[in-house]
């Protein structure tokens, strides 16, 4: 399994555009990049997954270069409610979902 | 997407004792999985749920201290046996659906916060 880097922790003011940048150097050719939010006290939540280029939906977009080494998560113009901690995950098929340590964003007033 | 009801959504026990923890999805799903966070912690993948077969389990956890369950297509069980402290975490349960890539995407539960005294 593709193992994965992103900082620990992030802090933004409302209103900012947030970009978390994951590394997953190994990443093989058939994996998918997913990313989930987790809010305390509920599991994780869907955000975004892709394969190449870039992927946007009404959350966030997903820009993943040519390479595929790395992947960034965009969070357009937050809010207070979007302090969470952000989980990067790369797998192919049915492989179960491996958890890093995330990163967790606090959005400030 | 899938809807999961998890049960207990917590629990105080005893050191000692086990407690089964339920999971009930509102469709039919092949993949069931069971997580496990600890306080401040990420999420550990603790085993595979597989129908009508034992579960998978990861590295580190053993089935008689989590024994699986998994009779039918929307429903399994995780039991906690012979409670200890270490045991205190959020489990969590999660089925796959097809995600728009083609690639599966997870459904979580809210979770079962257990606290062993």
């Known amino acids: 399994l593709a193992k994965t880097t992103q900082p620990i922790s992030m802090d933004s003011y409302e209103g900012q555009e947030v970009n978390i940048t994951c590394s997953h150097n190994?990443?093989?050719?058939?994996?998918?990049i997913t990313w989930y939010q987790q809010f305390p006290s509920q599991g994780p939540r869907f955000i975004i997954q892709g394969y190449k280029t870039k992927v946007t939906n009404e959350v966030a977009s997903l820009f993943i270069p040519a390479d595929r080494k790395s992947s960034t998560l965009s969070l357009p113009r937050v809010s207070l409610s979007d302090t969470a901690v952000y989980y990067c995950?790369?797998?192919?098929?049915?492989?179960?979902?491996?958890f890093g340590k995330g990163t967790r964003l606090s959005v400030i007033a | 997407s899938a809807v999961i009801s998890q049960k207990p959504s917590r629990d105080i026990c005893q050191r000692g004792t086990s407690l089964t923890i339920q999971c009930q999805v509102d469709?039919?799903?092949?993949?069931m999985f069971w997580y496990r966070q600890q306080p401040g912690q990420s999420l550990t993948l603790i085993a595979t749920a597989n129908q009508g077969s034992e579960a998978t389990y990861e590295s580190g956890f053993v089935i008689d201290k989590f024994p699986i369950s998994r009779p039918n297509l929307t429903f399994s069980t995780l039991t906690v046996s012979n409670m200890s402290p270490e045991d205190s975490s959020i489990y969590l349960c999660?089925?796959?659906?097809?995600?728009?890539?083609?690639?599966?995407?997870?459904?979580f539960g809210a979770g079962s916060r257990l606290t062993v005294l």
């Open positions: 995950l790369v797998f192919s098929g049915n492989t179960p979902l491996v």
């Open positions: 469709s039919q799903v092949t993949m």
């Open positions: 999660s089925v796959d659906v097809l995600g728009q890539a083609g690639a599966n995407v997870l459904t």
């Open positions: 190994n990443i093989a050719t058939n994996d998918y």
